[in-house]
């Protein structure tokens, strides 16, 4: 069975937990990507945020298999992560990746199929024209480096039920869960918890899962130690794809450190209220009323109302 690789919060780590304390030349493992930063090829269609734009960063995040030069895939995880300059927190939005959305060019379909059409440009551009957002940038993170980071910060702790607990021991080899409740998990584990989809309800689960996981790493990564960062930064690093420059990474990193940032927000969209699975031709989506999950998203990310 082709693995799933979904985890991107090694992003969040190494943007933002003050690993570049440790210099700029640690910065050379990072693939740079140059896209367009034009309003019209990134799919930025109102002045109406200009405002609120200049108080929070959106950030694309993106998660997958890894790649070379000619295999681009579809993006396997889809996260916004906003800097709120206001409240002085991030927030983490997961976008469900079957969501039913107009991709230009190519028309309504996933919302994950755009990375596999045109790269993170118009991955970008479809998050930006179906959410009314206002993203100038993305980083992408392959598998890879999720167990590493997991080990580095010593495992974490994951309340697990049954059915969890036996895709886990299934998936791993050697792993030996013995119970359901809190359970500490190593790196291995840890993805294949994660990776979980067969069980509960799917892929809204898996997202659950995901986002546990992450706070979970949030929470100890504020704690590992300032010594710990560069291990957290080899196993990071050679992973990750993104269109920021070294100086721009470097100022994110400050900021976060010379501001204090240690909340972390998470929320999934589009809402299960606003969201229905369906069937068109053959293949399954899920249909959302955009304007109403655009104006939720817009009141996470702006307006710090989580609900």
Known sequence: MKKKRNIIIVVVLALILGVFLYGYSYLNDIKTVKISKKDKDLGIKSKKNDEKNKE?????????????????SRSDSIMILSIDKTHKKLKLSSIMRD?????????MTKLNHAYAYGGPEL?????????????????????????????????????????????INKNVQGSSIGGTGM????????L????????????????????????????????IGITKY???????FPYVETSFSKMDIVKLGSYGLTNNIRTLEQNRFPKDEHSHGQFIGEVWYL???LEKTEKEIHNFIYEDINN
Do not use: C, W
């Open 123 to 167: 991955a970008i551009r479809t998050i930006n024209e179906n959410f009314n957002l206002n993203i100038r940038d993305y980083a992408f993170v392959n598998f890879d480096s999720f167990e590493k980071v997991v080990d580095t910060i010593g495992g974490v702790d994951i309340e697990l039920n049954q059915s969890e607990v036996n895709e």
């Open 99 to 107: 969501t039913y959305v107009d991709i230009h060019g190519h028309g």
């Open 287 to 289: 249909v959302t009323d």
């Open 192 to 223: 294949a918890y994660s990776r979980i989809r067969k069980i509960g309800n799917g892929d809204y689960e898996r997202t659950e899962r995901q986002r546990r996981v992450m706070q979970e790493i949030f929470d100890k990564g504020k704690n």
């Open 230 to 236: 560069p291990e957290v930064v080899d196993s990071v």
């Open 56 to 72: 929070v960063i959106n950030i694309a995040l993106f998660g997958g298999d890894g790649r070379n030069e000619k295999d681009v």
């Open 183 to 190: 359970n500490h998990l190593n790196g291995k584990q840890a």
